[in-house]
């Protein structure tokens, strides 16, 4: 079996609204000396993605509901940032002093629905928030699209977001929006290695290369908001964030 | 940035109670011309590592208690299979038919206290289960201290499962016992892009190579159980799975 590389893409600028990705991605691959080949997966920064997709939100235009302002004052939040997060979400989960957790209208579970405040730059940086794209599976088949017209290859883009976990420190990369490359591979019924039929495996084959690609992405201060990813496992087909998703009805949890 | 490069290693043969892991790494990387360099990580999956120290348990020799009587009932699971779930437990989350939430007395929540009925091998295979490792960080402090007398080379060594999450579906690799390297990667106080202070960015840096590892070993008929990592982000030093675990005292979702 060939080996997994992952190659972070150097040199994509700072992202302003309306930028195209796919270009600057191009770009890097040239620089990089990479050939696009049929297989291989790009792993974007949701912040690129939101930035490029105009998702900034300047927080004076922002007005706080009465219950955006019972969640500021139960978490901490600035109220016009609650007011964002109520509507960004379909539920909230749990609220506490300095986090909320919800159920963001993507339809995964996140803390404060996956609104940042960090590195959203220029001026008056405080005032703004960076939302999640709209639709990022949406996102993901644009950018596809684009890179397999210019490269006339079968490719894989993933957006992710990093995401804390119930029971463990620390956050993950996590898939949320791909085109083009599955989210579960589901193992049940394939024989194991003593020909016994494995119960249950189904692997979240996104999510764990969202983590990987995130490792890659590492740390805040350097910027590689890209990755290139070839030896993805699997075969490549069309997939959704949705597969990712467990069904209410089978959360033990909420 | 260097690229990361998890390279799958093969030939590593059924692993029977007393094998030397070590011996058959080195073996395996042999073959596949990797010559070891300080910086690399060895990743093993949590199935091998038990069968070498014997963690298999003949069913015919497990008594169920009453309390297992009873999670066997509300479960449908074998009652000899409940009780080595409760011994392996130190706290039931939840238990519906099909599946149960523990906290393992390693500290850690997953599904069935991590017991392993599949390819475990041999003879009346439906009469063996496959408990985790005692004390999987001491087991990772073995294998690195042999590798590295080989070598000579300063590395990494990660012992990893695969769990389920509460609100997606599929299940990723995790870590469950590392040695000499980070679990978590602390980036609070470091600049971001625009020069402000990062408020908290706590990255689980071991489950994320822990996620790529486990994508890496693939389809369980395969059969790779163990992996290469070369070029791993952040510097390495001495570690444990226990940085990974969220103080009960934070948990939200109990």
Same mark, same amino acid.
């Given at each position: ?11 994509? $600028? ?64 600035? $109220? ?6 109520? #509507?960004?979400?379909? #539920? ?157 009805? #089978?959360?033990?949890?909420?």
């Amino acid at each position: 079996m060939p080996p997994l590389v992952l190659t972070p893409l150097p040199n994509i $600028p700072l992202i302003r609204p309306g930028d195209n990705l796919a270009e600057f991605l191009l770009n890097s691959l040239r620089e990089t000396g990479i050939d696009l080949q049929d297989g291989d997966i790009l792993v974007l920064a949701q912040k690129i993605v939101s930035k490029a997709e105009n998702r900034l939100v300047n927080l004076a235009s922002v007005s706080p509901s009465a219950a955006a302002l019972e969640l500021a004052e139960k978490t901490g939040k600035d $109220p016009r940032i609650a007011e964002l997060l109520l #509507q960004e979400s379909s #539920q909230i989960l749990r609220a506490r002093m300095g986090t909320a957790i919800v159920e963001h209208r993507l339809g995964f579970v996140c803390a404060n629905a996956g609104i940042d405040q960090s590195n959203v730059g220029g001026e008056g940086h405080d005032n703004w928030a960076l939302l999640l794209p709209e639709n990022p599976d949406g996102s993901a088949d644009e950018i596809r699209a684009a890179l397999e017209t210019a490269s006339g290859k079968r490719l894989g883009v993933m957006i992710i977001d990093s995401h804390g976990r119930a029971w463990r420190l620390g956050t993950v990369g996590v898939a949320i929006g791909l085109s083009g490359l599955p989210g579960l591979v589901d193992e049940r019924g394939w024989n194991d290695l003593f020909g016994y039929t494995l119960k249950i495996t189904i692997v979240a084959a996104a999510d764990e290369l969202a983590a990987a690609a995130s490792l890659v992405m590492g740390q805040a201060a350097e910027g590689t908001p890209a990755v290139h990813v070839r030896g993805f496992p699997y075969p490549l087909r069309e997939g959704s964030l949705k597969e990712l998703l467990r069904p209410k009805e #089978q959360d033990m949890f909420r």
